[in-house]
C-alpha cells in the first residue's frame, strides 16, 4: 500500500522560510514522477512543482526562484524548500506521486499525503 505522509507546515512571516517534507512508504520513487500541489478554500488544488522520473523540475512561474523541490532517493523523501515566503502562499500543501511508470510530470497523479498547513503573515 502507497502512502504519503508530509510534514514541517505551520505558521511563518512574509519574508520567512519553511521546509516541507513528504515520505512516501510502500513504493520506490525511482520511475514515478513527484509533485507538490497546494489548495487554497474555494479553489482548485494547482500543481507547484514537479520533479519528473527522469530528473527533470518544473516550477509555476508563481514560486519559481522562490520554491526549490528536492528528493532523497535513499529516504523515499521528498522535499520542498520554501523561501520569501509571501501571503499568498497560505494553503494546505500536498505531495503527490504518479500512479504510472514514466510520463508527463502535468497529471497522472494516483497518490496523495494528507496535506500539512502552511501560513504566512503578514
Known amino acids: 500500500q502507497v502512502q504519503l505522509g508530509e510534514s514541517g507546515g505551520g505558521l511563518v512571516q512574509a519574508g520567512g522560510s519553511l521546509t516541507l517534507s513528504c515520505v512516501v512508504s510502500g513504493r520506490t520513487f525511482r520511475g514515478y514522477n513527484m509533485a507538490w500541489f497546494r489548495q487554497t478554500p474555494g479553489k482548485e488544488r494547482e500543481l507547484i512543482a514537479a520533479?519528473?522520473?527522469?530528473?527533470?523540475?518544473y516550477y509555476v512561474a508563481s514560486v519559481k526562484g522562490r520554491f526549490t523541490m528536492s528528493k532523497d532517493n535513499a529516504k523515499n523523501t521528498l522535499y520542498l524548500q520554501m523561501n520569501s515566503l509571501k501571503p499568498e502562499d497560505t494553503a494546505v500543501y500536498y505531495c503527490a506521486q504518479a500512479g504510472r511508470y514514466g510520463g508527463e510530470v502535468s497529471g497522472g497523479y494516483d497518490y496523495w499525503g494528507q496535506g500539512t498547513q502552511v501560513t504566512v503573515s503578514s
Open positions: 520533479i519528473s522520473w527522469g530528473g527533470g523540475r
